[in-house]
């Protein structure tokens, strides 16, 4: 049975950081992903990383703040996220899918985890 679970969210003050950790199980993915779903927001496009780790892709709001990467023998994807905003305040969801190339439409990935929540305290 194909399992992603996330952990590592909470409550952090505007400037702090904390990491996400997705750990998956019951196969092997490829390319994996983190999608964000804010209250009464639809679902947003994080970040992404080939199997290999050697390309990732972030969206524009995240550059320069959040960096995916992956640790293939522990089977675990990571977002570390630093100078937090208010507005990154979020529900996380880890995402995987059985294809090489990086993918930032959620409707390309096939697993998904349960989510981990993000509060930003301004």
């Known amino acids: 049975q194909v399992q992603l679970v996330e952990s590592g969210g909470g409550l952090v003050q505007a400037g702090g950081s904390l990491r996400l950790s997705c750990a998956a199980s019951g196969r092997t993915f490829t390319s994996m992903g983190w999608f964000r779903q804010a209250a009464g927001k639809e679902r947003e496009f994080v970040a992404a990383i080939t199997w290999s780790g050697r390309s990732t892709y972030n969206a524009d709001s995240v550059k320069g703040r959040f960096t995916i990467s992956r640790d293939n023998a522990k089977n675990t994807v990571y977002l570390q996220m630093i100078s937090l905003r208010a507005d990154d305040t979020a529900v996380y969801y880890c995402?995987?899918?059985?294809?090489?190339?990086?993918?930032?439409?959620?409707?390309?990935?096939?697993?998904w985890g349960q989510g981990t929540q993000v509060t930003v305290s301004s």
């Open positions: 995402a995987a899918r059985r294809f090489a190339e990086v993918a930032t439409n959620g409707r390309d990935y096939a697993y």
